[in-house]
């Protein structure tokens, strides 16, 4: 028995659609059906993993926020969060290094209006969102478990790393772009804690992504797979490459890996 771990965006469903394929529904369908245990393991805060994620097909679990909430069978097992003092310490040093950002909760986003960011590049990033998923930044002390933020200078970023370095973890999300976490949290956590809990040996974890926020989970896992879309760090380090999402890739993965035959 296999114990899989998916990511979503990129991987499950490419850019500009919600849909997962027909193939990619079928081959997790029949991937649990032969005794598999298939799980999304995502850097969404739970909040961006609602029905229209969980309708589509059932998964036995979804490992949430980069390993900061795990979710098996509708029982929330792990949720990590910034206490109060430490989210109040956080937006403070992301004001004064000039940082644009989301704060990520299970309940809400969190963000200042559009005027109030540096940047028009995350301005456009944020005028693409879903306006019911996030509210202000005031409300956010003690409710968001990470974050994701884009920032012009670059040394700003590096400031702002080393200042939080007892903290925070920085996945570097390419273009200026960054993803940040509760040190010591990660979707390689999320694989270890899951794992132990069900009793099952790492030798038994599969992980499939696409992008550089899914490398500790790719790293971790005894087998990792690229999708066909897949950054340059990610192919570089898969066992196999499928293809594309949106050209049946989670069924050719789930194919190669042996899971669907009966």
């Known amino acids: 028995m296999k114990i899989i771990f998916f990511d979503i965006d990129g991987t499950l469903i490419g850019q500009g659609t ?38 589509q097909v059932e998964f036995d679990g979804f490992l949430m926020g980069c390993g900061t909430m795990v979710e098996y069978h509708n029982e929330i097992l792990l949720h990590k969060s910034f206490t109060e003092e430490e989210a109040i310490r956080i937006m403070d040093g992301i004001k004064r290094y000039r940082i644009d950002a989301i704060l990520e909760g299970p309940e809400s986003n969190y963000c200042d209006g559009l005027d109030k960011f540096e940047t028009d590049t995350f301005r456009k990033y944020i005028g693409r969102l879903d306006k019911n998923t996030y509210t202000t930044w005031d409300k956010a002390v003690g409710k968001f478990d990470k974050f994701f933020c884009y920032v012009d200078n670059l ?18 999300r390419e273009n200026h772009f960054f993803e940040i976490v509760p040190k010591g949290y990660s979707k390689a956590s999320a694989i270890r804690f899951m794992t132990e809990r069900l009793g ?11 992008s550089n926020n899914d490398l500790p989970m790719l790293e971790c896992a005894q087998t990792a797979i690229a999708m066909g879309n897949s950054s340059k760090e990610v192919l570089e380090i898969a066992d196999y490459v499928t293809s594309d999402c949106k050209a049946d890739g989670i069924w050719n993965a789930l194919e190669w890996l042996g899971v669907l035959d009966n």
């Open 200 to 210: 099952m040996d790492m030798q038994d974890t599969v992980a499939i992504g696409d």
């Open 155 to 172: 040394e700003h970023m590096q400031e702002f790393q080393e200042e939080f370095s007892d903290l925070l973890d920085v996945i570097d």
């Open 18 to 55: 919600r849909k997962m394929s027909e193939s990619t529904i079928a081959a997790i369908e029949k991937a649990r059906a032969n005794g598999h245990v298939c799980m999304i393991n995502t850097g969404r805060a739970r909040v961006l993993v609602g029905s229209d994620i969980r309708d």
